[in-house]
């Protein structure tokens, strides 16, 4: 079909860009193979809309030169006439109200907006209509409700080129009819709009990247539905890339010149801007106009680049965008319909999805900078974590080191303790605005990758399906649907992972609980060790330990204890969580912290438990001695940059449990190494004279 669909050009007029109406076809019919069964269809790319210019200046006029290709913006001469015209290569695509699709090149007299074919016989039928589309889509079983739109890949070679933008320059017409004189005419719409940015910047040079930011998602990747006309968008995303490829910057008065396509997007009273990549590491940014973008328009800025100030710390970018105020989320109810994108510090893409948000903690939520939860709409990796859907962004408000989790977890890393939640340091986006350091970080679930246990059948009713896995929460908080009390220590346990559980799975554990408890407060009992049944000693050794490292008090309410139970396992001590609070102290490193606490009185009690502390002890001091301190340092480092913003916009109030609040960056890292360091020191002594 595609093979009869064209014979030849008969006409190329050039379309005026003021011209607002919908041009008509001149009809030469001389130009024309006389057949009867000749049929004419004529082609009219729009002009731009409106021509909006940001500019105190007019624009520079961009040299049309030969008209080889379409892929070209065209200026006239007073530097204001911007227009797509056809290009000898260019095709379009036109789909029957019935039928497949049928793909119409152009043959020669590019550099025009206005197209006639000869219709080679296509044989159009008066009763049908004809839709079209640019550009063309070469897929035999194309389904013209869904001709797919992609922005995501754009790339400028070379400054002020804009030989890149025709092929984006979607465009749609929908149900045209054949006229008397069996011709049919496609008046073109477009779907997209264009920018014109130039920017001074600070220093001449090669760039290499330019990012679009805005505090609304940007469509990236839609599909549109050649029956209705209609564009449904499939990938939103805070951030729309362009790569630059020989864009080099010779004078600090040349600007750099851009060109990019974006889909129509109401940013009126939103944020939009753009960040720009150097090839030396500098990341600059411009803020462009709140407005609302609308399709077929072309929109000029000129603007002066400045300090990324966002970028300077080195750690990557989380754009975080959400349909409601960053104040309207709760810790409750999750909000669907948001995004997140990261970005890496040379400015390449890492992760971007759609996601839910909610707000997160019990105190830490009350605090002025907000931790989140996140769930992915589905597993992806994240800055070379493990995949998984589920994720938190811990804000660390009250920790002036930023770290106190990050180092009790690689205290954890250091023990034989079965999963500690990796994390990363991000600066993070809301909605367009810069909120801050936070430490993105794996969640406490049951999978492979996390606490590796068997995922629990809320069917089952009998057998190994009620006995795990199971996460439990051991926290007086006690605000879990499904939890429970048990006998002797009345210490509140909840179901975290799963949250929900049948019936004779909560009895199952409840009870399982309640017999753990009796072996190990039961004097008979005890001196049997039959809690060693119940109780995966080990890991109750190395939970303590990391305990008393960090100087944590969670224990005396308790609050944030992990355990967990694989099916027909044992209790299991952990994973660790929630070090920000009360950590790292130096009034804490010459006392027990945990072992008075939970179960550890009475297992302290038992000679063949102290006897597994030595040895545990013995096995990971030297690690804990050299590793962490090390990690200290590398993540000071780190951090640095990083911690100068962050403090400014989040400075703790006087009087919070850490005692480091009005210290430099410095000085409170520097305390908690010492204190860290003091109470191994300390510990080792205590644990030898056992």
Not at 105 to 126: E, I, N
């Amino acid at each position: 079909m595609m093979n009869k669909a064209i014979s030849k050009i008969a006409m190329f007029v050039v379309a005026l860009f003021l011209t607002t109406c919908i041009q008509e076809l001149t009809n030469e019919e001389e130009n024309y193979k006389e057949e009867s069964n000749v049929r004419q269809i004529g082609v009219v790319i729009p002009n731009f809309g409106n021509v909006y210019d940001d500019y105190d200046a007019q624009p520079t006029k961009v040299s049309s030169g030969k008209n080889t290709t379409r892929s070209a913006v065209h200026v006239s001469d007073d530097g204001m006439d911007y227009q797509f015209v056809w290009a000898e290569d260019d095709e379009i695509g036109i789909f029957p109200n019935k039928g497949g699709q049928v793909a119409f090149p152009m043959a020669d007299g590019a550099g025009t907006q206005t197209a006639m074919f000869d219709g080679g016989g296509w044989g159009l039928k008066p009763s049908a209509t004809y839709s079209a589309y640019y550009p063309v889509v070469r897929e035999f079983d194309l389904d013209k409700n869904d001709i797919p739109i992609d922005l995501s890949t754009q790339k400028q070679k070379g400054n002020a080129n804009h030989n890149h933008i025709g092929k984006l320059a979607y465009m749609s017409a929908i149900n045209s009819t054949v006229n008397e004189e069996g011709q049919v005419s496609f008046n073109f719409n477009y779907l997209i709009s264009v920018l014109h940015l130039k920017i001074t910047v600070p220093v001449p040079g090669k760039y290499n990247r330019l990012i679009l930011m805005a505090s609304d998602n940007l469509t990236t990747n839609a599909s549109l539905n050649l029956s209705t006309g209609e564009v449904e968008n499939r990938m939103e995303q805070p951030l729309q890339m362009l790569e630059l490829q020989d864009v080099t910057v010779g004078e600090v008065s040349e600007p750099l010149e851009v060109y990019m396509v974006i889909r129509p997007i109401d940013l009126t009273d939103k944020i939009l801007k753009a960040r720009i990549y150097a090839e030396d590491g500098s990341v600059y940014v411009i803020s462009l106009t709140s407005r609302n973008y609308e399709a077929g328009n072309f929109y000029h800025s000129a603007r002066t680049a400045v300090i990324d100030n966002s970028a300077i710390t080195g750690l990557p970018m989380v754009f975080v965008n959400t349909p409601v105020l960053q104040s309207e989320i709760n810790k409750t109810d999750w909000v669907d319909g948001a995004s997140m994108t990261i970005l890496l510090p040379d400015g390449t893409i890492d992760y971007s999805g759609s996601m839910q948000i909610k707000g997160r903690g019990n105190t830490t939520w009350n605090y002025p900078k907000k931790p989140y939860n996140i769930k992915l709409d589905a597993k992806a990796k994240i800055l070379g974590m493990s995949k998984h859907k589920r994720w938190c962004l811990m804000a660390n408000w009250m920790d002036r080191t930023l770290m106190r989790n990050a180092v009790a977890f690689e205290i954890a890393r250091n023990t034989d303790l079965a999963w500690t939640p990796s994390g990363k340091y991000v600066e993070m986006v809301f909605n367009g605005v810069h909120v801050g350091n936070y430490y993105l970080c794996e969640q406490i679930k049951v999978d492979d990758k996390r606490v590796n246990i068997a995922e629990l059948d809320l069917a089952a009713t009998e057998g190994p399906g009620i006995t795990g896995g199971f996460v439990f929460e051991i926290d007086a908080n006690y605000d879990e649907i499904y939890k429970f009390r048990p006998t002797r220590s009345n210490l509140p346990w909840m179901f975290k992972d799963p949250g929900e559980v049948n019936e004779a799975q909560y009895n199952w554990v409840v009870n399982y609980v309640n017999e753990m408890e009796d072996a190990l407060y039961d004097s008979t009992k005890f001196a049997n060790r039959e809690f060693a049944d119940y109780m995966e000693l080990e890991s109750y050794v190395d939970y303590w330990i990391v305990n008393e490292l960090t100087m944590n008090s969670e224990m005396w309410y308790p609050k944030s204890c992990y355990m967990y139970k694989d099916a027909n396992g044992k209790l299991t001590a952990g994973p660790v969580w929630d070090y920000d609070w009360g950590t790292f102290v130096p009034n804490a490193t010459s006392y027990f912290r945990g072992k008075d606490y939970m179960y550890y009185p009475q297992l302290f009690k038992d000679a063949a438990f102290v006897a597994m502390v030595k040895s545990r002890w013995a096995t990971f001091k030297s690690d804990l001695e050299t590793k962490v301190p090390l990690f200290i340092e590398t993540t000071r480092t780190q951090l640095k940059k990083s911690d100068a913003v962050n403090i400014k916009m989040w400075p703790i109030n006087n009087g919070q449990p850490n005692g480091d609040e009005k210290m430099s960056y410095d000085e409170a890292v520097n305390r908690l190494k010492a204190a860290y360091l003091a109470k191994l020191k300390w510990l080792d002594t205590q644990i030898k004279n056992m």
